[in-house]
């Protein structure tokens, strides 16, 4: 399956490839205490299109819990899929002009192929800059490459400044410990603040540009206090 390779490498160099939309690199954050969220998004790689929807709940206020996934298609026929399970916490709530650090650990699956699930963590720093118009995300973890049977060493750098009260541009770069990274920027904008966002970026890897570059449109929902 052509998609298979793509939405594997995704899922390894970013286990979660969940962060607030539209970064992959993730933050020192989590949804709201008490609250929800829907982050989904399409992703177009050529003539290949993943569907993404990552719901999200923080029912106690410091452990985070992600349960979502993707449906994949190449010339409208559905070829493969991805499930993932994530847990958040903090050890330290980002602040402005200060710093937040974080633990992730999960596990990412291919549908109905165990030999192909991988768990992994990884420690989310980010770093408050310019009373928030600057926000920088640093990512280190591992993930379990249960196929081969090889641990894999993975990494993210990710900025978010801030263009207006309500627009953001992001960029950022990510990879793993063997191959070449890539690299994603874009623009975040709330149509609601704090409840409603809209988003797009443009991403590639660096020595094929041309050959693997992708786009992404996304929306990312924030309910009030639920619980």
Known sequence: MRLLPIL?????????????RPMVTDDARLTDGGACQLESWLHLHGSQHELWALPACNPGGNLELTLGGALAYADSRQESG?????????????????????????YAAQPGSSHDANPYFYVPVSFSLADD????????????????????????????????ARSYLIAETFGQ?????????????WIVPNHVQIDTTYGSRFDGISEHHWFSIGLRLISPTLF
């Not at 594997?8 to 607030?20: D, E, K």
């Not at 249960?146 to 263009?163: A, Y």
């Not at 410990?177 to 904008?189: A, C, E, I, L």
């Open 133 to 164: 118009r600057l926000v920088i995300h640093t990512n280190l973890g591992v993930t379990r490459e249960r196929e081969n049977s090889e641990n894999r060493l993975t990494w993210g750098l990710g900025s978010e400044i801030q263009m207006s």
């Open 177 to 189: 410990d063997k191959g070449t990274p890539f690299f994603q920027v874009g623009v975040r904008h």
């Open 8 to 20: 594997l490498a995704l899922l390894t160099i970013a286990p979660a490839a969940h962060a607030a």
């Open 82 to 106: 991805a499930a993932v399970i994530q847990l958040k916490t903090l050890f330290k709530p980002l602040e402005t002009n200060g710093y937040g650090v974080g633990l992730a650990v999960g």
